[in-house]
């Protein structure tokens, strides 16, 4: 993960000053940083003038923003009606077991996010996580825990 500030006035110079850009100046700082913290958050504001507020807005509102650190690898475990009832839900628990983290949250050394959501469109496929944007269909918690194992030694 790159450090505060010094790569932010490099992504500031590619927007001209104006509030439209609001939206996709947030979008390259948080593919840059992995998150939007505060201080981005008042430098993208300067840099557009905008409100502190309009932008808090914006960015609190879309799932895709974070405003607090992310995991390198994040790790998203559908909890629709079709995974549900494949055992998604035992999933979760032992991921959370696994990494000591609840859903929502982020391990302390900043490698894994752990994340529920209500449907990834993958039905037929059930139960189904996604660990960086790569599909693991009728996916068990053997396969899950091999996975983190992986990517944390890496």
Not at 88 to 114: A, C, H, M, W, Y
Request: a negative charge; hydrophobic letters at 35%.
């Amino acid at each position: 993960m790159k450090q505060e500030g010094k790569d932010i006035d490099t992504i500031l110079e590619r927007y001209p000053e104006e509030p439209r850009y609001l939206i996709a100046l947030l979008q390259d700082v948080q593919a840059e940083y992995n998150y939007i913290s505060e201080e981005n958050l008042k430098l993208i504001c300067e840099h557009l003038g905008v409100p502190m507020t309009q932008a808090w807005a914006v960015a609190t509102f879309y799932k895709s923003f974070s405003l607090e650190p992310r995991g390198e690898h994040e790790i998203k475990v559908c909890l629709g009606t079709a995974c549900h009832l494949k055992g998604s839900q035992r999933l979760v628990e032992n991921l959370s077991r696994e990494l000591g983290i609840q859903p929502e949250e982020t391990t302390p050394d900043l490698k894994f996010t752990l994340d529920t959501v209500n449907c990834l469109g993958a039905c037929a496929l059930s139960p189904v996580a996604v660990i960086d944007d790569e599909y693991h269909s009728r996916v068990t918690s053997r396969e899950l825990k091999r996975t983190i194992q992986k990517l944390a030694a890496e």
